[in-house]
């Protein structure tokens, strides 16, 4: 039996942020800039790198195929939609926004400045937005006094 033809709506872009337990809020699955893991105990220090790992950046130039591995050289897939990043609701640098080299296809790698007029705390919120898609709420990650 045949269905008659209907229209799916899909959007461009549903950004998530991974957390470090798993459960999609709380702490960022993120790495400081000297490569160790983000949390209370470690937190990254103002105009530090931290990295932060999501997923649904829609299209990528070039394009990929979700589950592959990807290729450590040669060009790497980025978003096609603009990216930005909040950290304590104020606007982060954006260094890098692509695949995650070695990694599969569908994970988005950001390295990210943390900017200078944050408060520092344990559980400093993170906001990510790709084109008009934002992440979740409830992601945060450590940011030291310094």
Do not use: C, E, W
Not at 14 to 20: D, E, H, V, W
Not at 68 to 88: A, N, Y
Request: proline share 8%; charged share 5%; hydrophobic share 40%.
């Amino acid at each position: 039996q045949s269905l008659a033809p209907f229209n799916l709506p899909v959007k461009a872009s549903s950004p998530g942020i991974f957390s470090s337990d798993q459960s999609g809020a709380g702490q960022a699955a993120a790495l400081n800039q000297d490569t160790s893991v983000n949390s209370a105990q470690n937190p990254a220090r103002h105009g530090s790198v931290v990295v932060l790992y999501a997923t649904g950046d829609g299209q990528t130039n070039p394009g990929g195929v979700n589950g592959r591995q990807v290729q450590v050289s040669g060009v790497l897939p980025h978003p096609m939609l603009p990216v930005s990043v909040t950290i304590g609701g104020i606007p982060a640098t954006v260094q890098y926004a692509g695949a995650a080299p070695g990694q599969v296809a569908g994970l988005m790698q950001l390295n990210v400045v943390i900017p200078n007029g944050v408060v520092a705390g344990n559980a400093v919120p993170v906001v990510l937005t790709v084109g008009s898609g934002h992440s979740q709420s409830g992601i945060t990650i450590a940011v030291a006094t310094n």
